[in-house]
């Protein structure tokens, strides 16, 4: 890390951005997780390390500023959270919940003999849950989805025997409680046993179970299935009844409702980490499945006043276990190739039972990675497993026995096109661009998906029989399909209705999005959220092509204006000057616009006195502290900046400010207390 360039920080960034976009995907949206929970814990952490040392380089699609994932079209439908469902931040060691207690005291500028007393649980493995009661009547139940919009569950919660109708003596006007929907072991071992009889698909862990029973079009199906539920917290609640954590706790329990039988108050670090070696020898002979433990103030006034980071409460921490382990060997390296042409090595394996799941394949992410472990064909490895899907290889324990080296392919296995790693990059990438199939397919895939132009109907056994059949050769191709209507009709599959039901979803995009399309070419490293930074600075698409031909051909002014976008580094503009100096891509681009005409982006900003101005803090603020200043100027959509420059649109000054405040004077730049501050927060609230 000292010795990391800034390209090199924004290129990593880059990379785990998408890759634990992608992860985010399969293990929220489709039940399907590929890596473990501790590899996806080492990505989270690495992208935090990174974002700590390079602040100035975190990205706008950040992974530390997401929750879940984005609910797409469910036959389920969807639910807006009244109050957003947060994820928790990770920790893994002692002294990092010596940390969290320790920065609970500096944000809230508590005394050094100041009590923290937080409340301590165990943090099950389930799908996450939200039960909204009206005058305690049951009304609405949804996932978390992406924590502002989930699935409507509802037709199926009415069927989990934890879960009542009613709730029992006086509940509040409004009262949303919210905890995990999990499945017992004894009863998830039953129910495999069954499927098993009936020759049907196993699940792989109860947690997977779990979420594919809630999300059932059929009720009928959740009623068959044994889920339980376990309330950890609330949402939106028009009577928060009590004063701490544990107490409104006690009352959802009161209520009829689950909670934590090993739930409890801790009044030191001490005791916090004392209970979470108690509930890990407990681990074992619970009924469920857990993972770690979770703390939280106890105090909710205290609560409120650290408030949340972009996905996380400032006031509770996730601290989890350590991972599970097993032995297998290598059977076999299989090289796949993705969308942007990445060739990605995976290890087949003999199968073996890690945790209670049969792991039968891993990725071993990269050329580096395999030569870091020495790993070939035949090697006897170590897994790791920390969650319920398929782990992480952590040593290699035939690295010394005499056994030829593995040679990773300098070619593409698809089309031997050569294949090469930029420089300061690890992983080795196709360079046949649209002439590999693997990619062809792929870009073609990605351009028509949900995040880019979402053509109905359009799925990827569609473009892989159209591609085959030399219809789909580029983007622009798509909407040259109705030339080919007679041809289509007839084939399996393809009648009258369904072809121009097609046709009808690809003309209805002739107007598309500019940031959709952006995204949807696929250029490297313009990701969905960059892309729409992109758009909100250039609004034409032709405006964002001639700044980055001319940063590619050097101009300063040109290149400060594209690093001068959130989100934008030296990475995405390199890349976009490459993408438009490639006469082939400039070519696709072009034959692309004379189909389709995106209309001018324009968005629109949040409702707030100071949303999208540049706020900075100085001097000394008496009634909250410099980060809780922050986050509120955050909250209400405005940029918290460090100092003052020409950029600055206001200045909140407290006693003793210096030179800031004489640098904005210099600049003319409005400066007002912390009082009129005050008032600005509590209008926009």
């Not at 999300?215 to 701490?244: I, M």
């Not at 996905?311 to 032995?327: D, M, N, S, T």
């Not at 959220?529 to 001319?550: I, N, W, Y």
Request: hydrophobic share 45%; glycine share 8%.
């Amino acid at each position: 890390m000292p010795d990391m360039s800034e390209a090199d920080a924004a290129n990593e960034l880059m990379r785990l951005a998408r890759q634990i976009a992608h992860h985010d995907q399969l293990y929220h949206a489709q039940d399907a997780p590929e890596i473990s929970d501790a590899e996806y814990d080492a990505l989270v952490r690495r992208n935090a390390e990174l974002e700590a040392a390079f602040p100035h380089l975190i990205r706008a699609d950040s992974p530390s500023r997401k929750v879940g994932h984005e609910v797409a079209a469910s036959p389920l439908g969807k639910v807006a959270h009244e109050v957003r469902m947060m994820s928790l931040d990770n920790a893994f060691s002692d002294e990092e919940v010596e940390e969290f207690v320790a920065r609970v005291r500096r944000f809230l500028a508590l005394p050094a003999d100041a009590e923290v007393v937080m409340t301590a649980e165990d943090k099950i493995d389930g799908l996450s849950c939200s039960l909204r009661y009206e005058n305690g009547q049951l009304v609405r139940a949804a996932t978390r989805g992406d924590g502002q919009v989930g699935e409507d569950v509802t037709a199926n919660v009415v069927h989990i025997r934890d879960i009542p109708q009613v709730l029992s003596g006086d509940a509040p006007a409004v009262f949303e409680i919210r905890g995990e929907v999990y499945m017992a072991k004894a009863d998830f071992a039953a129910l495999n046993a069954a499927q098993e009889e009936k020759g049907e698909k196993l699940f792989a862990n109860p947690r997977n179970a779990a979420a594919g029973s809630l999300r059932q079009k059929d009720a009928s199906v959740t009623a068959s299935r044994p889920l339980r539920f376990l309330a950890h917290g609330w949402g939106a609640a028009s009577v928060v009844p009590g004063e701490t954590q544990f107490d409104v706790m006690q009352q959802i329990a009161a209520w009829g409702v689950p909670v934590s039988p090993l739930l409890v108050r801790c009044h030191s670090v001490e005791a916090m980490v004392a209970h979470f070696r108690s509930i890990g020898t407990q681990r074992p002979g619970l009924p469920y499945d857990i993972d770690g433990v979770v703390y939280k103030v106890d105090r909710l006034d205290w609560q409120d006043r650290l408030g949340f980071v972009a996905k996380a409460p400032r006031w509770g921490l996730a601290r989890k276990f350590p991972a599970e382990r097993a032995e297998t060997v290598i059977e076999a390296i299989d090289i796949q190739v993705g969308r942007t042409g990445k060739l990605t090595p995976v290890g087949r394996l003999r199968p073996v039972l890690v945790g209670g799941v049969t792991v039968t394949n891993v990725t071993l992410h990269n050329r580096d990675e395999i030569g870091r472990l020495g790993l070939r064909v035949g090697d006897r490895i170590v897994l790791q497993r920390a969650g319920d899907v398929i782990p992480q290889v952590v040593d290699n324990l035939t690295r010394e026995e005499p056994r030829e080296a593995y040679h990773f392919p300098d070619h593409c296995p698809e089309c031997q096109s050569e294949a090469v790693a930029e420089e300061g990059e690890v992983d080795v990438r196709c360079t046949g661009g649209l002439i590999c199939p693997a990619q062809r397919v792929e870009r073609l895939r990605h351009f028509v998906s949900r995040g880019a132009l979402d053509i109905e109907g359009l799925g990827e056994k569609t473009i892989v029989e159209f591609f085959g059949l030399g219809w789909l050769e580029s983007p622009a191709d798509i909407f040259r399909l109705h030339q080919r209507r007679s041809e289509i009709v007839g084939r399996e599959g393809w009648k009258d209705k369904s072809v121009d039901n097609l046709l009808a979803a690809i003309e209805a995009k002739r107007q598309p999005d500019a940031a959709r399309l952006l995204f949807g070419l696929g250029i490297r490293h313009v990701g969905a959220v960059t892309a729409r930074d992109l758009m909100k600075r250039f609004t034409t698409l032709p405006a964002l092509r001639a700044v980055a031909q001319r940063a590619k051909a050097e101009d300063a002014e040109a290149t400060a204006e594209l690093l001068g976008i959130e989100g934008v580094g030296p990475v995405v503009v390199e890349a976009l000057g490459d993408f438009f100096h490639e006469p082939h891509n400039v070519a696709v681009w072009d034959d692309l616009l004379s189909e389709v005409t995106p209309p001018d982006y324009i968005v629109e900003t949040k409702a707030s006195a100071v949303a999208g101005k540049t706020v900075v803090f100085t001097g000394k603020l008496e009634t909250m502290s410099r980060d809780e200043a922050k986050a509120q100027a955050e909250a209400l959509g405005a940029r918290a900046a460090g100092s003052v420059s020409a950029k600055t649109d206001l200045v909140v000054a407290g006693p003793g400010a210096g030179s800031k405040l004489k640098q904005a004077a210099a600049l003319g730049i409005e400066v007002i207390d912390e009082a009129a501050w005050a008032e600005i927060v509590k209008a926009a609230g």
